[in-house]
């Protein structure tokens, strides 16, 4: 498909609505996607109102995307659904634990992927928020999130207002593996990101943010040890308040 091979990351908008006769199918196509047992283990939130984008903007650290998008899409892991149907059909469900959380994340990403894929398609630009697991606790209360609900992912949706260079991304060998996993030699690495390292831009970051190479950009900058330590420490903690970690 030409939308993946061409998909870029839209951060600007035009500010034509996006129909909610669209998105609603679009939504329910992306719905086909595989599924842990059929469970369909997730939930999606739209938000529209500026009011609301307000609320959750914080959370996304007031990236402009937030309030510029006709659309926010949050992806919910969710299992309180499910839950709730088995103890009103005299089932008890058992699914309060680390494993039913990680089939949720798996069901809610596949359905994010398809509903992307299918939104660009379709000539929507979209921009996946990676902030949503960091600041889950703040998304969970403004959206009101019951237990054993948990934000995943959060897609600004929109119609594109600008057409930005294409990102790189790794050769195809180093990410295949034939048979069974080979580790990587020096020669290895080298070889699969040498062509990251060498484009400008990545030269500029390395420049401006006075580094020796573009692997400290992301240890030393970007995705800090201790920033991800914390944040795993506090997602944790989610995970216990909405009920996915009852004998933590």
């Not at 030409?2 to 870029?8: E, F, G, L, Y």
């Not at 529209?48 to 914080?58: H, N, Q, V």
């Not at 401006?208 to 040890?225: G, H, M, P, S, V």
Request: glycine content about 4%; charged content about 25%; proline content about 4%.
């Amino acid at each position: 498909m030409d939308c993946i091979k061409n998909r870029r990351t839209i951060r600007k908008y035009k500010k034509t609505e996006v129909e909610a006769s669209l998105l609603n199918e679009l939504l329910e196509e992306a719905f086909r996607a595989s599924t842990m047992g059929n469970m369909q283990l997730y939930s999606v939130v739209v938000t529209r109102s500026t009011e609301m984008k307000k609320k959750l903007a914080p959370a996304h650290f007031n990236q402009p995307m937030v309030m510029n998008a006709p659309v926010i899409l949050t992806f919910c892991a969710d299992f309180n659904r499910f839950s709730k149907w088995c103890r009103s059909r005299k089932a008890e469900p058992g699914y309060d634990n680390f494993l039913s959380f990680m089939n949720a994340v798996s069901d809610t990403l596949l359905v994010t992927q398809n509903f992307c894929t299918l939104a660009e398609d379709r000539g929507l630009g979209i921009c996946y928020l990676g902030t949503t697991i960091y600041n889950s606790e703040q998304i969970i209360d403004v959206l009101h999130l019951p237990e054993l609900v948990v934000p995943i992912a959060t897609i600004t949706v929109g119609y594109p207002d600008e057409y930005p260079v294409q990102p790189d991304r790794l050769p195809l060998e180093g990410i295949l593996h034939e048979e069974s996993y080979h580790d990587y030699s020096e020669e290895d690495i080298d070889r699969i990101y040498t062509f990251k390292e060498s484009l400008p831009e990545n030269q500029n970051f390395i420049k401006i943010n006075q580094k020796e190479t573009l692997a400290q950009i992301f240890t030393d900058i970007r995705y800090k040890k201790e920033d991800n330590e914390n944040i795993s420490e506090c997602l944790m903690m989610v995970l216990k308040r909405q009920g996915f970690d009852k004998k933590g």
